[in-house]
């Protein structure tokens, strides 16, 4: 199964992020259970930060963002081996 969620922040150094606790309890445990986890962000949440943690980025990691994502911000994310997908 594919989950589609869409965190507060998103960041290599601290993971997924989210504001609210009750959501990122849910969260969690929709991704636990996924096949596969897609993390819908704009560009301005990535390399930002928020209270909770959802989970860590990863290889596994896949992000959908938006054409206005900085190049430098993209080669960090896919050298670390996260798959960025744009429209």
């Known amino acids: 199964s594919k989950l589609f969620l869409s965190p507060t922040a998103v960041s290599l150094r601290f993971g997924i992020c989210e504001w609210n606790s009750d959501l990122c309890m849910i969260q969690k445990?929709?991704?636990?259970?996924?096949?596969?986890v897609y993390y819908l962000a704009d560009s301005s949440k990535l390399e930002t930060k928020?209270?909770?943690?959802?989970?860590d980025v990863s290889e596994n990691s896949q992000i959908i963002t938006d054409t206005g994502?900085?190049?430098?911000i993209r080669r960090l994310y896919t050298q670390n081996g996260v798959k960025i997908i744009t429209q």
């Open 29 to 36: 445990k929709l991704s636990e259970r996924a096949d596969a």
């Open 50 to 55: 928020a209270l909770i943690k959802i989970d």
């Open 69 to 72: 994502l900085s190049d430098e």
